[in-house]
């Protein structure tokens, strides 16, 4: 009778070996992210929370901004620096809605990213704004 116990480790050896390379594979192919975490207004009734994620075409901003009251809307303002011209442009993103909205907004290349969030109305924000809090910094 022989013994198949050393083929059986050597099988099982092989197989957690295969799943580590598949492990390593799979997490060198994800893109880079940062992420950041709850920023709330100043009255507590809005809350964003997302990544900074980079990809082929630059950076992106993704996150979910939670509108906690249906009156009014919440706000979430993201704030970055061009990487080619060092100029700051604002953008931002609404939910009128009770719950919770996604957001993403492309970047490109971008030296600094900031992220702000308010209460306001459907047309802009008008108030009760967070501080702004630097959520990305090229190199650091």
């Known amino acids: 009778m022989t013994n198949h116990l050393p083929t059986r480790v050597l099988t099982a050896l092989g197989a957690a070996v ?53 009156k009014g809307c919440s706000w979430v303002l993201i704030r970055y620096q061009s990487a080619s011209n060092g100029r700051w442009r604002t953008h931002g993103v609404y939910n009128c809605l009770p719950g919770t909205g996604s957001f993403r907004k492309n970047v490109g290349g971008a030296l600094q ?28």
Do not use: M
Request: glycine residues 14%.
């Open 18 to 70: 295969l799943t580590l390379i598949a492990l390593s594979t799979a997490a060198a192919a994800d893109p880079a992210s940062w992420r950041w975490g709850a920023l709330h207004s100043a009255d507590g009734l809005a809350t964003a929370r997302g990544k900074v994620v980079a990809g082929q075409s630059g950076l992106a901003v993704t996150g979910t901004l939670d509108d906690d009251r249906g």
């Open 113 to 140: 990213i900031r992220a702000q969030v308010c209460r306001g109305n459907g047309a802009r924000p008008v108030g009760r704004c967070s501080r702004w809090r630097t959520i990305y910094t090229q190199g650091g």
